[in-house]
Every structure is written in C-alpha cells, then in structure tokens.
C-alpha cells in the first residue's frame, strides 16, 4: 500500500465516521482508530479498543505502513454502541507539531510523547504537562512510573517524535494522582 492510498482511506475515513485499522511503523499491532481530522503530515484519530474509545493520538502519516476500513460487522457494532454518538474532534490543529503542542498547551492537557525508534535504545517517552512551545521542540515536565515529577523538563525535538496521546484513560487517571 502507498502512502498515497493510506492518506487517502484515512481522509475518505474522516469523512464518513469510519473506524480504521491501521499498521504503524513502530508497532507490531494494529491500532484501531478513528479518523478524526488530518494536516499534511499528522493525522488525528480517536483510539478504539474492544468497543471502548480511549483518548486521542496524533500521527504521523509517514509512520503508517498500512490503513484499512474496519468490515461493515465491525462498523455496525461501534455505531449501534453509541461510540460516535458523542465523539467530538478536539480543537487541535495537526498542521505540524508547533500548532499540536501549541493547541494541547491552550487545553492545558498532560500529555503522552512518544520518540518512537527501532533501536530501544534511541526510543523515548514523556508523560506530563506541555511547558514550552517552541519553534523546533517542546518542553514537557515529565513525571516517572511512581508518579513523581522530575526535576528538569524534557527537550524533545519534533523532529523525533512519533505520536502525542490525550484524553485516554491512562493520563487522566495517573494526571489526578500526581
């Protein structure tokens, strides 16, 4: 599948309300999504998992190796679930990733960055509140598994980041106990 074909089953998806498998670079799993609005280079998605929607991410196009129209089965199952029934696409504008952080950091949302990579070693994540916009990269204040928050922001170039998470249960849950 081109990268052409796969923006263009994610644009059409966006449109319609349609739920998406797609196959993402880094990920050996396929990520069940629904489209939500689209930039040149990012796309924004509601993320599906078995029935439930769980947040937000923002990816980029580059990253997706493959993009299929969940079966009418499936489809049917969301709709009549009510899954779309209250679905609202965030005010975030997926331009490129300085309008994202600049849209998130207005909705004073923490956040999930993710510097996805096949070496482990150069991957890298960060939980927590945008501080600062910048023109090339965002600092975040990142808190650790036990909830603690570090000393010192994490620097993170746009250039390496591979998605943004809101909204899902997992920062909302862990953000009112830290």
């Not at 196009?61 to 969940?70: G, H, P, Q, S, Y």
Request: glycine residues 6%.
């Amino acid at each position: 599948m081109t990268k052409t074909q796969i923006k263009e089953l994610i644009k059409s998806a966006v449109n319609s309300h349609k739920l998406c498998g797609v196959s993402l670079k880094f990920d050996n799993r396929n990520s069940c999504v629904i489209p939500l609005s689209f930039g040149e280079k990012l796309f924004l998605s509601a993320a599906e998992q078995d029935f439930l929607l769980d947040g937000f991410s923002i990816r980029r196009f580059r990253d997706a190796t493959k993009a299929v129209l969940a079966g009418d089965m499936y489809q049917r199952i969301i709709e009549s679930e009510g899954l779309l029934d209250n679905l609202k696409t965030p005010d975030v504008d997926v331009t490129d990733w300085n309008s994202v952080f600049t849209s998130l950091s207005k909705m004073k949302k923490n956040v999930i960055v993710e510097c996805e990579d096949e070496d482990p070693n150069k991957a890298g994540f960060a939980i927590g509140k945008i501080l600062k916009v910048c023109k090339n990269k965002v600092y975040i204040k990142h808190f650790d598994a036990d909830g603690v928050w570090e000393n010192e922001p994490v620097e993170i170039p746009y250039s390496e980041i591979t998605s943004v998470t809101f909204g899902s249960r997992y920062v909302e849950t862990f953000s009112k106990y830290v």
